[in-house]
């Protein structure tokens, strides 16, 4: 069964840098995620994209914040600055086209990136 | 804006007992979809089981079921011979029907399932 897949699995930056997490959706699929899950809470909302430009952005998704789809495979979440409280665990999601039958057609998650900001 | 509200933060269960996991939700929609993810300790987020709220009749996978109740905005899951890999937390989450709708989750519920 295809997969969405996420890498790295687990990233260490320094506070301040810069980093890209990037995501392999399934490759039929037009609409991509990214959620964020902060140790111990809940997965929140951070932005949806499709036909190459953002769909809905959270309050979260700030200027620090931007996504890209660079190749027609990937789809990338870059931060520009890291702050501390950017450490999380970071999904990606993806679901197929049409908007007919939502329920044959659930976001599928990819396994997600750990990051940790020191 | 659209909440969904899981009030019980942990929950435990015997092996081969049965478990119903609460969730509410509040909307004004009247068509949307309701989801419980599952995530275990590799934390995965992997779909369990799914509801739309058009149909009244409840969904159910093997040992996985939900209690729909529209009026009340409450969607509990019952699993069924619970086994020791459906040790987990679980994630209530509500989509709208819109193509581009995202998913809003509730702060999860941790199940332990005791040999």
């Known amino acids: 069964e295809p997969e969405v897949t996420q890498t790295p699995s687990h990233q260490v930056t320094q506070m301040g840098q810069e980093v890209i997490l990037r995501c392999v959706p399934i490759s039929n699929h037009l609409y991509f995620y990214w959620y964020r899950q902060i140790l111990g809470q809940k997965v929140e909302f951070l932005v949806s994209f499709y036909n190459n430009e953002i769909s809905e952005k959270s309050e979260i998704f700030d200027d620090q914040f931007s996504v890209e789809r660079p190749d027609g495979s990937n789809f990338t979440l870059k931060i520009r600055s890291t702050k501390l409280e950017d450490s999380a665990m970071y999904f990606c999601a993806s679901r197929p086209g049409t908007a007919i039958a939502y329920s044959n057609q659930p976001q599928h998650f990819g396994d997600g990136t750990r990051l940790s900001i020191l | 804006a659209q909440t969904v509200t899981q009030s019980q933060p942990e929950m435990s269960v015997q092996e081969a007992e049965t478990v119903t996991l609460s969730c509410t939700y509040d909307?004004?929609?009247?068509?949307?979809?309701l989801f419980w993810y599952k995530q275990p300790p590799s934390r995965q987020m992997i779909l369990v089981i799914r509801q739309e709220a058009y149909k009244q009749q409840n969904a159910t996978e093997n040992r996985f079921s939900v209690n729909f109740q529209k009026a009340a905005k409450s969607f509990s899951l019952k699993i069924s011979d619970s086994q020791l890999g459906d040790t987990a937390m679980y994630f209530c989450a509500f989509a709208s029907t819109g193509a581009n709708s995202k998913l809003t989750f509730g702060k999860g519920i941790t199940l332990s399932v005791r040999p």
């Open positions: 909307t004004s929609e009247n068509n949307y979809y």
